[in-house]
């Protein structure tokens, strides 16, 4: 999360980065990163064959849509009860933590059908001194769209700590979803009872990890049948370096702003294997070492080579991306460069804080998309099948969208429902210090972003995606769900110092179909299971996750846009364990409950 002053010197031994930006590769100590950065050198020739061209100028943008476009969101935050504020830090966001915020979850903790949400937190900073501790929240989803404050029933208001991602997941395998909230300093695991209270079961357990912990993810990474769990770290800093930091990094020689993450030591992410109920750390065991302390954001779990188990891709701010290949026997290989979803096309490690996963094309491969840092794109790495990934962000809109923001939590989501997946981005910058430099680069609050997909090819509508999309904040986490129950996926977003946004989709899209998948214990589905919904020549893919966007979790159910189709001709579902079950001539317009068993 660094420009200004080391940009000339980093461009020196690198390479210029993506059409002319700043590249953000970091020219540091560590295994990894002197291996990415021979691999990038040793590799540029492949590169080049695949790649977009990058010339020294911004790109230009994308084309306009030739018709008015019928996206329409409205803020219904407050109304619904939404109200309870993101603190971060002190005011001129002296630190990277000060800037960093939180994520924000979709889950249904009471099983009624209806979401609820869960909010993170963080801290008031003054100075050198801490002024107010933030409470993290939890809204009972209720009938009519509104939510109840539940906080202090359920007992998960986050004990005072700083947090950073959620996610919601059954880890125990009891039938009610439980949340990890990660944390700069202790995780925590509130365990669900099923009676509305949650107990924080994370010491016991051996999860805490003390550090700069931000994404995770569960999943089950040897195929046992419980669910394992990864956490990426950031930077290793203490609480007094935090208070003590001012701002220091020349910002294009105009302003003075937090420095790093250039010179500071990553932090290390962590694996934990759960066995008998408990935790362990298998981190070097299972082959998932981050070698190159890398600075981690946002972690996905999903199986994107298509052979049957769970992968890993992991999205760092200035170093190549991660993505752990499965090796069928509880172990990982880290093969980024190779598979071609670690650099940009022009061979440059961007500065990585959300991930997105989804089929943009129809092709029946999960494509990821990462969002990065402004005066650079974001990135769509499209899944060639075998393992391989390429970046089309030029050619498919992404990329010349994205150049000027800064992109944080995102979300590849059917918000027409015409049978593909469009790409929601959650914006705004770290450095307050710009607002007095707005012809630069332009503002620190900024709008949120939607890209419609269109044939594959995306395109900006959010001018024209209603009063919602015109919100400035300096926005962080995005969820993605259908709170009230109408058919369409509405969006929530966290922002710094402010309540969030509730964006409440009123498009006047097409047909639907919404899968909610149940456990054998009628808890939400499986992590890891797959639906194929066929539907007038069209194949749908959509997968379960626990953890995503920007330290995340989105509505467990999968929405599946049906365009002018009135039926789906087949429905499948692919469990965890190896089992199918199908459904066949399904009508359009309804929630579809599918449990796992017999």
Not at 496 to 509: E, F, I, Q
Request: glycine content about 14%.
């Amino acid at each position: 999360m660094e420009e200004g002053a080391d940009d000339l010197r980093r461009a020196d031994e690198i390479g210029a980065g993506p059409g002319g930006g700043p590249d953000r590769a970091r020219a540091r100590g560590g295994a990894h990163a002197r291996a990415a950065i021979a691999a990038a050198a040793s590799v540029l020739l492949l590169l080049a064959a695949i790649a977009c061209v990058h010339s020294a100028a911004p790109p230009v943008a994308a084309p306009a849509a030739s018709a008015a476009v019928g996206f329409r969101f409205v803020d219904a935050a407050a109304p619904a009860g939404l109200t309870r504020a993101l603190l971060a830090g002190r005011p001129g966001k002296d630190h990277l933590l000060d800037s960093a915020g939180a994520g924000a979850a979709f889950l249904d903790y009471d099983r009624d059908g209806i979401l609820d949400v869960y909010l993170v937190n963080d801290w008031r900073i003054d100075g050198n001194r801490i002024v107010e501790r933030g409470r993290n929240a939890l809204y009972r989803g209720r009938p009519g769209g509104r939510f109840e404050d539940v906080t202090d029933a359920a007992g998960v208001d986050g004990g005072g700590r700083w947090g950073a991602a959620v996610v919601a997941a059954d880890y125990d395998d009891d039938g009610w979803v439980d949340l990890l909230v990660t944390n700069f300093g202790p995780n925590t695991l509130y365990r669900n009872f099923g009676n509305g209270r949650f107990e924080n079961v994370a010491p016991r357990l051996g999860i805490e990890s003390p550090g700069w912990n931000t994404g995770a993810a569960f999943f089950d990474a040897d195929g046992d049948g419980d669910l394992d769990l990864y956490i990426a770290a950031y930077i290793d800093v203490t609480v007094e370096d935090v208070l003590a930091a001012r701002p220091t990094l020349s910002w294009k020689g105009l302003e003075k702003v937090a420095a790093g993450p250039f010179g500071m030591t990553g932090a290390r992410d962590h694996f934990f294997r759960q066995e008998s109920g408990r935790f362990v750390d298998a981190t070097v065991e299972a082959g998932l070492e981050d070698r190159g302390l890398a600075y981690g954001f946002a972690v996905r779990a999903a199986d994107f080579d298509g052979d049957g188990d769970i992968d890993l891709y992991v999205a760092n701010d200035s170093d190549a991306n991660y993505l752990y290949r499965n090796e069928g026997n509880g172990t990982f290989r880290e093969i980024g460069l190779w598979a071609g979803s670690a650099l940009s096309a022009a061979g440059a490690a961007q500065a990585g804080m959300g991930v997105a996963v989804g089929d943009t094309a129809g092709t029946g491969r999960l494509d990821i998309v990462v969002t990065n840092f402004s005066e650079d794109n974001s990135t769509l790495y499209r899944n060639l099948g075998g393992g391989l990934f390429e970046d089309a962000s030029e050619e498919t809109g992404v990329g010349p969208a994205t150049w000027r923001m800064m992109s944080w939590g995102a979300a590849l989501a059917d918000l027409d429902a015409d049978g593909d997946l469009d790409l929601a981005i959650a914006a705004g910058h770290i450095y307050p210090q710009i607002d007095r430099h707005p012809e630069i680069i332009g503002t620190y609050r900024q709008t949120n972003m939607l890209l419609e997909n269109a044939g594959g090819r995306f395109r900006d509508v959010t001018a024209r995606a209603g009063p919602g999309f015109e919100i400035a904040e300096s926005s962080r986490g995005l969820a993605a769900g259908d709170y009230d129950n109408d058919g369409d996926v509405d969006l929530l977003i966290t922002n710094l110092d402010a309540p969030p946004t509730l964006l409440r989709n009123d498009t006047p899209g097409g047909a639907w179909l919404t899968i909610a998948c149940v456990s054998r214990r009628g808890g939400p589905g499986p992590i890891g299971t797959v639906v194929t919904v066929k539907s007038a020549g069209r194949t749908l893919l959509r997968d379960i996750a626990a953890g995503d966007s920007f330290m995340s979790s989105h509505d467990p159910r999968l929405h599946f846009g049906l365009g002018d189709a009135t039926r789906a001709e087949e429905v499948e579902v692919r469990w965890p364990d190896g089992s199918r079950t199908v459904r066949r001539d399904v009508p359009a317009r309804q929630f579809l409950v599918i449990r796992q068993g017999p």
